[in-house]
T-cell receptor, first 115, second 119 residues
Framework: NAGVMQNPRHLVRRRGQEARLRCSPMKGHSHVYWYRQLPEEGLKFMVYLQKENIIDESGMPKERFSAEFPKEGPSILRIQQVVRGDSAAYFC?????????????FGQGTRLTVV | AQKITQTQPGMFVQEKEAVTLDCTYDTSDPSYGLFWYKQPSSGEMIFLIYQGSYDQQNATEGRYSLNFQKARKSANLVISASQLGDSAMYFCAMREPLGGTGGGNKLTFGTGTQLKVEL
């Protein structure tokens, strides 16, 4: 759904660089979820955030990955020292409450390519 | 154990025919939701249809309907009158609790079914 905005759509990074992916939720939504889609796979949950709080990061790799959702501005997924295995599509979804409602919309995704 | 199983990696259907994409799920939570998404080659995730575990009627949205059989834990997507533009990857997903102290839910996805609509 166009209401969830992600940028950039495509991002190319060399191994060892940092990648910053941005997600602006739908208007009025204060909850953001990040998912990763590796090639030929379905989406896998990474992290769930509310404004200024990480609620659940059980799906995040233990190292190099971090996420934030500041009081002002978009949610950021940061990947430090990227490796080839980080190449994937990263999607975010938003909701007004902690419950993904009957219509869970995703942004258009950011396709990260590590060269 | 697989929470969401899509057993058809690929399906073919003739234009204007109906097609059923299979999805079975596994949960012990009495309250859950089931979603279907379409992912065309351009990559975006397009929401198609939702079924709540307590919904009495099968969900329908235009040419999409969900054949919800709760006892069998299946939530098959039926696309009627297939069109060339329906060619895409289709994912079934289930909403389930995150289980942590912070509450919240997540979607767990199946591995998808690649649908090809032919003339």
């Amino acid at each position: 759904n166009a209401g969830v905005m992600q940028n950039p759509r495509h991002l190319v990074r060399r191994r060892g660089q940092e990648a910053r992916l941005r997600c602006s939720p739908m208007k009025g939504h204060s909850h953001v979820y990040w998912y990763r889609q590796l090639p030929e796979e379905g989406l896998k949950f990474m992290v769930y955030l509310q404004k200024e709080n990480i609620i659940d990061e059980s799906g995040m790799p233990k190292e190099r990955f971090s996420a934030e959702f500041p009081k002002e501005g978009p949610s950021i997924l940061r990947i430090q020292q990227v490796v080839r295995g980080d190449s994937a599509a990263y999607f975010c979804a938003s909701s007004p409450l902690g419950r993904l409602n009957t219509e869970a919309f995703f942004g258009q995704g950011t396709r990260l390519t590590v060269v | 154990a697989q929470k969401i199983t899509q057993t058809q990696p690929g399906m073919f259907v003739q234009e204007k025919e109906a097609v059923t994409l299979d999805c079975t799920y596994d949960t012990s939570d009495p309250s859950y939701g089931l979603f279907w998404y379409k992912q065309p080659s351009s990559g975006e995730m397009i929401f198609l249809i939702y079924q709540g575990s307590y919904d009495q009627q099968n969900a329908t949205e235009g040419r999409y309907s969900l054949n919800f059989q709760k006892a069998r834990k299946s939530a098959n997507l039926v696309i009627s009158a297939s069109q060339l533009g329906d060619s895409a990857m289709y994912f079934c997903a289930m909403r389930e609790p995150l289980g942590g102290t912070g509450g919240g839910n997540k979607l767990t996805f199946g591995t998808g079914t690649q649908l090809k609509v032919e003339l």
